[in-house]
């Protein structure tokens, strides 16, 4: 059974310290996205484990505001852990299947940004991607000229709160988990760079030149301090 980091308490102070540590790096991550203290997500999840973790750490951060999230699920089944993770929570006011197997990052942010008719106009999008992803989606799509996937940045306000956080940490921390870290795509890459730069580089680079640069659609008001 998944431990949660709402039961976080069943573990020794070592493993609970590990999981608050992860907690503090996320509410500052996701506090880089500007949300405000009643917003409306949107809550991606996919058939992973990053998934699995990004619904947990929302959930444990946003019980504290007067938000709403919608839950969107990109997979042909959603994973009964992420179920059982989603469906104890009175944060979460929808839950939508879609049902598809992207191939790619692009494929996974162009099907969110045609369910943008669906939400709430100023809602904002949160993805499972961490810093393995961000890199592998910078490497094997954005660096060869794959661009769709920027339209859900163009579109909407947009959330990689995992982008400090590689699937290395968050499988040693939910190893009880049955769900898997998955890349999208054959990402060898990342193996020959690692020692030589850090993923959590390249999650950066994509926030501050895409989110927060080129991209930014950030509102002021009503945010929190």
Do not use: W
């Not at 709402?6 to 503090?24: A, P, Q, R």
């Amino acid at each position: 059974m998944t431990a949660f980091l709402t039961t976080t308490t069943i573990y020794s102070d070592g493993v609970y310290n590990v999981h608050s540590s992860l907690k503090k790096r996320f509410t500052r991550a996701l506090r880089e996205f500007d949300p405000k203290a009643d917003d409306t997500f949107v809550l991606v999840t996919l058939e992973n484990l990053q998934s699995l973790v990004l619904a947990d750490l929302l959930l444990a951060v946003e019980e504290e505001y007067n938000v709403k999230i919608h839950h969107l699920h990109l997979g042909k089944k959603l994973p009964l852990e992420v179920h059982q993770r989603l469906s104890s929570s009175p944060l979460i006011v929808s839950s939508k299947t879609l049902q598809t197997k992207p191939e790619n990052y692009s494929q996974v942010k162009v099907k969110v940004a045609s369910t943008i008719s669906l939400y709430p106009p100023d809602a904002l999008y949160v993805l499972p991607f961490t810093a393995d992803d961000l890199a592998c989606y910078f490497l094997l799509e954005l660096l060869n000229g794959n661009m769709t996937g920027l339209v859900l940045e163009a579109e909407a306000r947009t959330a990689y709160p995992l982008y400090s956080t590689t699937n290395r940490e968050i499988q040693g921390i939910f190893r009880d988990s049955s769900l898997e870290t998955t890349l999208y795509g054959n990402c060898g890459l990342l193996a020959e760079l690692e020692g030589r730069i850090a993923l959590q580089a390249f999650g950066n680079f994509y926030v501050q030149t895409f989110i927060k640069g080129y991209y930014g659609r950030f509102r002021h008001n009503g945010l929190r301090r």
